[in-house]
C-alpha cells in the first residue's frame, strides 16, 4: 500500500482528473459515499447491531492499547471482510435455501428508505471552504438518505465554497438539510451521536487559524466519535507533526492513498483506526508516478521486496544452506547484548552462528547457550574490546556470511580505525548497531575517506543514535524521520533502519517502508538488539539487504505481539520473549 504526500496526491489528483477524464465531482461523489459508509460502520459497531464487516484487518488488539486497522486496495487480501452486515438480507429469490436455485437479495442502508437504528443517530458535519469540506457535504446527503439526523455546520460563510465543493453546497441547499453557519448560529456540538470532521484536508497550511481553531477545539471537547475525512484537522499530512490544535478522531477515512502524516507519530495517535478507502484514482498511479514510500504489509514484502514471507526450507538443505553469522558484540557488563543478537541470529534460521567477544569473557560465557559457536576476539584480560582485535575478526569473517557489530561493544582507544578496517576488509555484508553506530558517528568527515563497500551495510539506529549520525538534535530527528532516514540511505548508499513506534526502513535506492507491527512494550532494552541478530541471520540466509531489513523489522515487531499475548500484557515482554517467540 502506497503513502504519499499532500502534493504527491495532488499530483495524482490532478493527473486523474485531467489526463485520465475522471471528473473531479466524481471523486469527491465517492470520497463522501465512502466518509458515509464509514460513519455507518462505526454506527453499527458502537451499538453492537453488527461487527461482522468490521473484522480488524490488521492486528488484533489483544496485547496493547493501540486499535488500528488499515484497509485499503489490499483489504480483501488481508482478509477484511466487506460484507453487508449493516445492511439487511430481505429474502431470498429462488424457492428455499436450495443451492442452486436463486440467491440472496441484500439491501444497503440506502435502499430502503429510513431505519429506525439510524434515526436515534444525530451527526454534525464540520465543513470548511476547501474540497476536504465538499468531501463531508457529500457525507452529509449520503447519511441523510441512509436516515440519519444530520447538521452541516460551515466553518465560514457558504459563500465562501468554490467549484465542487459549492455545487455540494447547492444540493444541500437543494434537498433543505439543516445547516448553520459557526458564529452566527448558535451550536452544542456535545448533544451530537458523532461528528465528522471535514474541516481541512491536504490542503492545510499551518496552524489552524479561527474559525477553524476554535471548531477544532469544540469538537474535542465534545466527547462524542470524531470521524476524520482524509486526515484529522490541523494535521501535517506529510510529517505527522501535530498543529495546535488537532482533531483526535476515532476513525480517519483517508481517500486514496495513505498520507505520510497518518502513519508517523504523534499524527498517527490522532488519525485512530485509518481506513483507506478507494474513490476512483487508480491504485497503480502511485508506482506510475515514482511514489516510493509503503505501508510493510505482507503483501508489500511478497509483491514490492519479493520475499518469500513462508520462510521455505529446501527439503535437502544443510546448515551451510542457511549461512553463518559471526556476531561482534557484548562485553564485561554488556555481554548479554551479544547474547541476545546472536541467539536471535539462530532463531531466525541461520545454518550456524559463531559469537566473537573478549577473550577474558570467554570462559564465563561457554554454555551460555550451547547452539552457539564461542571465538576469543579480543586478547587481554578486561573483557573489552580493543583495536588490536581487528585481525582476529576479518579472519573469522572469511569463512562467515554475514557480519554484525555493535550491541553491547562500548567504545576503546582506536575504535574508529578498527571499524573502519572492518568496513573496508570484510567483503561480506554488515550489520552495524549501537556502539558501531556511535563509533560512525564520532568518524564525522573523516567517513568520506573509508572506500566504498562492495556488499551492503544495513544501520539501525534509535532516533539518538540517528541524530547522533546526522549531528542534529533527536527532537529534530522524529519530526522528519522518513526524510532524515530516506536521505541518509540515499547519500551514503546503505541501508537504514530508524527505531521507534512505526520503524522506517529506507533503502540506497530511494524505497522506504513504514513498519507497524509492534508495539509500546517493545520499549525494553535488548529488543534492538534482538533485532541486529534477526536482520544478520536474514542476510545469512540469503535474502538482500532491502528485503532483510524489511522482513527483519516486520517479524522482530509480530514476534513482539505474539509475545504479549503469551505474557498477557505488553509491558511484560523482555528481549528474550521477542526471540522465543519468533
Ligand atoms: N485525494 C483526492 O484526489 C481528492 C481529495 N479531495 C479532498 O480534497 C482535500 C484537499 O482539498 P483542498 O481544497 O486542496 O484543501 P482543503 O480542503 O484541505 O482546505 C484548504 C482550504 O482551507 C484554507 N486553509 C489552509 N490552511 C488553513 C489553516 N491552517 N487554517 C485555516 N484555513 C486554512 C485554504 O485557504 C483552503 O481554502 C483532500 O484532503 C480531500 O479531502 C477531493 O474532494 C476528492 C479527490
Ligand atoms: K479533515
Given at each position: 500500500m502506497y503513502i504519499v504526500t499532500a502534493e504527491e496526491m495532488r499530483q495524482l489528483d490532478r493527473y486523474t482528473i485531467?489526463?485520465?477524464?475522471?471528473?473531479a465531482l466524481t471523486l469527491m461523489e465517492n470520497a463522501g459515499r465512502a466518509v458515509a459508509d464509514e460513519v455507518l460502520k462505526l454506527c453499527a459497531m458502537e451499538s453492537g447491531w453488527s461487527h461482522k464487516s468490521f473484522s480488524e484487518s490488521h492486528v488484533d488488539s489483544a496485547y496493547g492499547t493501540e486499535r488500528r486497522y488499515i484497509v485499503g486496495q489490499d483489504a480483501a487480501k488481508q482478509g477484511y471482510d466487506e460484507g453487508p452486515a449493516y445492511g439487511e438480507q430481505v429474502a431470498h429469490s429462488g424457492p428455499g435455501d436450495t443451492p442452486g436455485h436463486g440467491g440472496v437479495i441484500r439491501t444497503e442502508p440506502w435502499s430502503h428508505g429510513r431505519h429506525a437504528m439510524w434515526e436515534r443517530e444525530h451527526w454534525y458535519i464540520l465543513v470548511g471552504k476547501g474540497n476536504n469540506g465538499g468531501d463531508g457535504l457529500v457525507a452529509a446527503r449520503h447519511l441523510t438518505d441512509a436516515g440519519l439526523r444530520v447538521t452541516v455546520v460551515y466553518a465560514e460563510s457558504p459563500d465562501t465554497l468554490r467549484g465542487e465543493a459549492a455545487v455540494q453546497r447547492d444540493t444541500i441547499a437543494a434537498l433543505h438539510i439543516p445547516a448553520l453557519v459557526y458564529g452566527r448560529d448558535a451550536l452544542d456540538l456535545?448533544?451530537?451521536?458523532g461528528i465528522v470532521d471535514a474541516?481541512?484536508?491536504?490542503?492545510t497550511q499551518g496552524p489552524p487559524r479561527e474559525p477553524y481553531a476554535s471548531l477544532v477545539r469544540e469538537a474535542n471537547a465534545s466527547g462524542v466519535p470524531l470521524v476524520s475525512v482524509d486526515?484529522?484537522?490541523?494535521?501535517?499530512?506529510?510529517?505527522g507533526a501535530l498543529y495546535e490544535p488537532c482533531i483526535r478522531a476515532r476513525v480517519t477515512v483517508c481517500l486514496a492513498y495513505l498520507k505520510c502524516g497518518l502513519v508517523q507519530y504523534p499524527g498517527a495517535g490522532n488519525a485512530g483506526d485509518v481506513v483507506v478507502r478507494y474513490i476512483g484514482i487508480p491504485p497503480g498511479l502511485a508506482r506510475e508516478h515514482g511514489v516510493q514510500l509503503r505501508l510493510l504489509t505482507r503483501d508489500t514484502l511478497r509483491e514490492a521486496l519479493g520475499v518469500d514471507v513462508s520462510r521455505s526450507r529446501v527439503p535437502d538443505g544443510h546448515k551451510g544452506t542457511y549461512g553463518h553469522v559471526l556476531v561482534a558484540a557484548g562485553s564485561l557488563r554488556m555481554s548479554g547484548a551479544g547474547l541476545l543478537a546472536a541467539r536471535a541470529a539462530l532463531r531466525i534460521g541461520s545454518g550456524l552462528v559463531t559469537w566473537a567477544v573478549p577473550e577474558a569473557l570467554l570462559p564465563r560465557l561457554i554454555g551460555a547457550a550451547p547452539e552457539l559457536m564461542l571465538a576469543a576476539a579480543a586478547a587481554g584480560g578486561d573483557g573489552e574490546w580493543n583495536a588490536g582485535s581487528a585481525d582476529v575478526l576479518l579472519q573469522l569473517a572469511q569463512a562467515r556470511d554475514v557480519l554484525a557489530v555493535g550491541p553491547g561493544l562500548g567504545r576503546f582507544a582506536g575504535d574508529t580505525g578498527w571499524l573502519r578496517r572492518l568496513w573496508e576488509e570484510y567483503s561480506g555484508p554488515l550489520v552495524l548497531d549501537a556502539d558501531a553506530l556511535n563509533i560512525l558517528a564520532a568518524a564525522g568527515p573523516e567517513l568520506e575517506a573509508w572506500k566504498p563497500r562492495g556488499a551492503a551495510v544495513v544501520l539501525t539506529p534509535h532516533p539518538g543514535e540517528m541524530a547522533r549520525l546526522l549531528g542534529i538534535s533527536t527532537a529534530e530527528v522524529q519530526r522528519e524521520r522518513i526524510a532524515h532516514a530516506r536521505q541518509y540511505a540515499r547519500t551514503r548508499g546503505v541501508t537504514l533502519v530508524l527505531k521507534g513506534a512505526r520503524t522506517v526502513i529506507a533503502c540506497p535506492d530511494g524505497a522506504v517502508y513504514v513498519n507497524t507491527t509492534?508495539?509500546?512494550?517493545?520499549?525494553?532494552?535488548g529488543a534492538g538488539d534482538v533485532l541486529t541478530g534477526i536482520i544478520a541471520g536474514l542476510l545469512a540466509q540469503g535474502l538482500n539487504a532491502s528485503q532483510a531489513a524489511a522482513f527483519g523489522v516486520y517479524l522482530h515487531g509480530a514476534a513482539g505481539e505474539t509475545a504479549a499475548r503469551h505474557r498477557q500484557?505488553?509491558?511484560?515482554?523482555?528481549a528474550g520473549d521477542i526471540i522465543e517467540a519468533l
Open positions: 485531467d489526463k485520465l477524464g475522471i471528473p456535545r448533544g451530537a451521536s474541516l481541512l484536508g491536504t490542503g486526515v484529522p484537522s490541523g494535521l501535517d499530512a506529510d510529517t509492534g508495539h509500546a512494550g517493545m520499549a525494553t532494552g500484557h505488553a509491558a511484560s515482554v523482555i
